[in-house]
């Protein structure tokens, strides 16, 4: 039964995950703003690809850890991964 919980909140974060980099590919800019400075203006920016391809990893592979070997800290991780595509939609509203 354990497993089976696990199973499905890595599915979950795994598929959040790549529908919100599928849609960063559709409407935002080709170079995305990853960090604001604290007066507001943009920091780092990075490609489009590069700059989703971070939580992607993130909102992936380590979902896949926490089924494989249960330990609560993946699934945060996980979950902070979302939290960037989050940030990252914010900054490139």
Partial sequence: ???NKRLYVALAIIVVSVALFILGLVILPETIV???????TPGTTLPKLV??????????????LYYLKG????VVVGIVGLAAFGL???FNH
Avoid: H, N, S, Y
């Fill in 51 to 64: 700059g989703l391809l971070i939580p992607l990893a993130l909102g992936t592979v380590f979902p896949i």
């Fill in 34 to 40: 990853m960090q604001v400075q604290t007066d507001g």
């Fill in 71 to 74: 330990k609560p800290k993946d």
């Fill in 1 to 3: 039964m354990e497993r």
């Fill in 88 to 90: 990252t939609f914010f």
